[in-house]
């Protein structure tokens, strides 16, 4: 039986039960500085929120939420994933990294039977820069006047078969989490510069 410890929401722990479903893994999810050292995989959902819970694990692949900056900033054990909200409870997960961090944390990865999907390792990867534009001409739409946000809700959902409109993905997602990765990919990037309503 594999062990992997991970460290998340009462939310996440729900979707990494399910990810994890029918795989020959036990999970033990921890919120202290006091648990085991012998697991085959750590996973930080809250790296994000400043705290590099797994920081001194360097000998055994760690899985962290980390979306706006890239795997040069992380331990060569330590990978990207996107742990947004919405965007791993079904598919599985997209991952970036270097490429002695994505060779690490495929090996297990495949190992343990989680679905993941490999992204450039840049700033929101693939699917959050994506979101995260289209949430921002939301904005901007929003802002002129085109239309109320839920009826640019609506019209995305049944215009693009989205699962949520782009304010609804703000709302899910976090809007300070939106404005940052724009302000990253702004510096780059005029297309991300965000909208004067992102801002709190």
């Given at each position: 039986m594999q062990q992997v410890v991970i460290h998340c929401s009462k939310e996440d722990e729900i979707i990494w039960h399910t990810l994890l479903a029918n795989k020959e893994a036990s999970l033990l999810f921890v919120n202290t500085s006091s648990f085991p050292f012998d697991a085959n995989l750590y996973i930080d959902c809250l790296f994000e929120d400043?705290?590099?819970?797994?920081?001194?694990?360097?000998?055994?692949?760690?899985?962290v939420n980390a979306v706006t900056i890239t795997g040069?900033?992380?331990?060569?054990?330590q990978c990207r994933f996107n742990g947004w909200p919405g965007f791993y409870e079904k598919n599985g997960i997209e991952i970036a990294g270097t490429p002695t961090q994505l060779t690490c944390m495929t090996e297990t990865l495949d190992f343990l039977q989680i679905p993941y999907r490999k992204s450039a390792d840049v700033p929101g990867m693939f699917a959050a820069r994506t979101v995260a534009m289209i949430i921002n001409e939301a904005y901007f739409g929003w802002e002129e006047g085109i239309s109320s946000k839920e009826d640019i809700d609506t019209a995305m959902k049944l215009g693009t078969n989205y699962p949520f409109g782009p304010f609804e993905w703000a709302n899910k997602i976090g809007i300070q989490r939106v404005l940052t990765l724009l302000l990253v990919l702004s510096e780059t990037d005029d297309r991300y510069v965000p909208a004067s309503t992102l801002y709190p």
């Amino acid at each position: 039986m594999q062990q992997v410890v991970i460290h998340c929401s009462k939310e996440d722990e729900i979707i990494w039960h399910t990810l994890l479903a029918n795989k020959e893994a036990s999970l033990l999810f921890v919120n202290t500085s006091s648990f085991p050292f012998d697991a085959n995989l750590y996973i930080d959902c809250l790296f994000e929120d400043g705290d590099n819970f797994f920081e001194v694990i360097t000998h055994k692949p760690v899985l962290v939420n980390a979306v706006t900056i890239t795997g040069q900033a992380l331990q060569e054990n330590q990978c990207r994933f996107n742990g947004w909200p919405g965007f791993y409870e079904k598919n599985g997960i997209e991952i970036a990294g270097t490429p002695t961090q994505l060779t690490c944390m495929t090996e297990t990865l495949d190992f343990l039977q989680i679905p993941y999907r490999k992204s450039a390792d840049v700033p929101g990867m693939f699917a959050a820069r994506t979101v995260a534009m289209i949430i921002n001409e939301a904005y901007f739409g929003w802002e002129e006047g085109i239309s109320s946000k839920e009826d640019i809700d609506t019209a995305m959902k049944l215009g693009t078969n989205y699962p949520f409109g782009p304010f609804e993905w703000a709302n899910k997602i976090g809007i300070q989490r939106v404005l940052t990765l724009l302000l990253v990919l702004s510096e780059t990037d005029d297309r991300y510069v965000p909208a004067s309503t992102l801002y709190p």
